[in-house]
């Protein structure tokens, strides 16, 4: 992927997430809501690794993976507006967007949870000799859960294609690393378990890029499952509900000097008039799916219950 | 007919599941090398080898959710765990991800995913090793829950199980691996429907998995003095056939359940809140219940005996109901 295009996807996501704020103090926009905005490059660059065939397995934190990986911004918006069009049918919100065409798994909103999920993706392909790399995201605070460990171990003993990237943004909701792990040295816990692991400057797209596309060249070629800590900053609060108590504004502020976007523009010298007409398309692109969510219809309540078991499952038609 | 025991016959359904289909395949802790903690598994690993008979760590949490992913990329597997107390180490994923999946991504995903685990007392393993949470788990939309307590059925529930396409949990009860038994050549186990195994007209026995032989055997009892109790084997505990149980209550105009769970919040307590709901005035007398004491299931035979079901406890159970209390 050129690095315009990695700048224009950086924006995109940037754009899309200040425009979910907004709609969020307006209450169009309900539940929890977790933005991305400073951490962009990390889902950027490795996105620019994959193919299309590969599959993603993301947490709460997704708005970006999902447009990143292809989902339309229509059926992203729509999904937090809880409308029938939205990817899940308005029935994950902004926690669970999934699309089944483009192997993207979620949209996992318990800390942890999606990586077992991401290993046993692996093992299907390995077992079926598919040539897939699965990537799984996950935050730092993550890492202290028994599924983290559980993971790392089985994907390691069974030489699974998969890639974990741990989006390391220093905080756990307010639980600041150091105060979660007793070993702050991410990648060495990996490679205690004997797994390639290193860190990358997670601000830094073009970085982050060609980490990643070391690290799935490394995982597609059968080198095993790999780790990669990307090192980030979340410049917003942890979701909508968070005074932010537990850090210091002139640490956000030091962070923000490392805008991912800023530190991409820096090194690309791109013309005003040319960025100006980057930003037209992507408010244009924005405010499209914020008409479209707005227009489209609720799910009929009559379906209520519908897809708690398959459609050809002889339980479908019985629940009382 | 061949006689058999429920544990070859388990072995049985999972061994022509693997023959059959490609996609199948089985993991699980110790159920390779070591044959499988209830030796269900034996000699499958020499006839399957390590890739589809995949002994792992123990690490319940990470191979359940990887049993998740595996069915999402197209595999059919079958996961064991070896008790249904080491199964609390995965509810997360059996709950948050593959009971949630298919209803939070609005259909886009299904998960054709059997766990199975043995479940249940009576072998003196007390308070970790014994419990039924099997009615816990029916507690959970967009799982089935299924509970063979014959050999026949531990044979025929497999391929039905492999067949659905949402997950299926296999709760064995540890009483029954040595029962044996005379295995039917009946096909997949049609789990949409309970099982009606002794026919009577003066009271509703209803059961399932390790109780079965508990309420047959007071069946014969009560029969011995002129009572002629009907066994329903409910066979699968979530979605519930109340059906079958409420058309045999309207005949027989009583009920006892027998649930080896504890009693609050139980099977037993759906089982009769469902009859209570659509034949309360067909009812002679209040639905009876038998079911496991309130207690961490206790070590020493004598005391472990007196928490669980017995012939004597459902014999009782019903000589109550026949007098209408
Ligand atoms: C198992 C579990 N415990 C607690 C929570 C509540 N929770 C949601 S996000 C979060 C912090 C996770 O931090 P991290 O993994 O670093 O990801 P980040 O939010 O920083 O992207 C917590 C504690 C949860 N969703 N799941």
Redesign the interface.
Known sequence: MNERELLRQMLRVRRFEERCVELYTQTKVRGFLHVYIGEEAVATGVMAALNDDD?VVATYREHGHALLRGMSARSVMAEMYGKLT???????GSM?L???DLNF????A?VG?G???????????K??KRDRV?VCFFGEGAMAE??FH??M??AE?WQLPVLFVCENNLYAMGTALRRSESETNLPMKAASYEMPAWSVDGMDVLAVADSARRAVDAVRGGGGPHFLEARTYRFRAHSMFDPERYRDKAEVEQWRERDPIDLLLAKLEVPDDELAALEEEIRVEVEDAVDFAENSPDEDVADLM??????????AG??? | MTTISYREAVREGIRAALAQDDRV?IMGEDIGEYGGCYAVTMGLLEEFGP?RVRD??L?E???????????????L?IVEIMTVNFSLLAL??IV??AAA??????????VPLVIRMTTGAGRQLAAQHSHSFDGWYAHI??I?VVAPATVTDARWMMPTALA???PVLIFEHGGLYNASGDLEDIGPVD??HAAVRREGGDVTLITYGGTLPTAMSAADTLAADGIEAEVIDLRTLR?LD?ATFVDSVRRTHRAVVVDEGWRSGSISAEVSARIMEQAFYELDAPVGRVAGKEVPTPYARHMEQAAIPGVDDVVAGVRAAMRGE
């Open positions: 599959s939205g990817c899940s049918r308005g029935r994950g669970h999934f699309d089944k798994y979620g949209g996992n318990i949870g990586l077992p999920t991401a290993v046993g993706l692996a093992l299907a392909d077992m079926q699965t028994g599924e559980e993971s171990n089985l003993l519908t897809f708690v078991y398959s459609p050809s499952s002889t339980v019985r629940l009382s | 395949f890739e792992t760590p690490s949490s990470a191979f359940v959710g990887a049993g998740i992913g595996a069915a999402l990329g197209g595999m597997p997360d994923q948050n991800t999946l298919q209803h939070m991504s609005g259909g886009q995903f299904n939309p967009g089935r659905d396409p949402d789990l949409d979605p109340d």
